[in-house]
Nanobody, 125 residues
Framework: QVQLVESGGGLVQAGGSLRLSCAAS????????MGWFRQAPGKEREFVAF????????FYAGSVKGRFTISRDNAKNTVYLKMNSLKPEDTAVYFC??????????????????WGQGTQVTVSS
């Protein structure tokens, strides 16, 4: 069955870095564009980053642009999110998601067919 499994979350001090991973199985990974979203307590789930099927195009939310980098390894069926210069406001559960609908950036949650369970990122001040 389809699975997206995130890992790499944890507790980090402000200014620190983390790299999240999302391992995919049960579908043809290279046929899907991928996204990262996050959800803080009491807030809506929001878009963070997008990467095209081949990895040649990326797109970021303004709040993370210049600090976060999305990448993928289609041979390993894995998408990554490298997060630098973390801030307390980056604290959230981070989710990866897969879309076959579009290969252009989409921030719309309903465009993503598959979702992981999330990994917690906590940034202390």
């Amino acid at each position: 069955q389809v699975q997206l499994v995130e890992s790499g979350g944890g507790l980090v001090q402000a200014g620190g870095s983390l790299r999240l991973s999302c391992a995919a199985s049960g579908f043809t990974f290279s046929s899907y564009a991928m996204g990262w979203f996050r959800q803080a307590p009491g807030k809506e789930r929001e878009f963070v980053a997008f990467i095209s099927r081949s990895g040649d195009y990326t797109f970021y939310a303004g709040s993370v642009k210049g600090r976060f980098t999305i990448s993928r390894d289609n041979a390993k069926n894995t998408v990554y999110l490298k997060m630098n210069s973390l801030k307390p406001e980056d604290t959230a559960v981070y989710f990866c998601a897969a879309t076959r609908l579009l290969n252009v950036p989409t921030t719309t949650r309903s465009h993503y067919a598959y979702w992981g369970q999330g990994t917690q990122v906590t940034v202390s001040s």
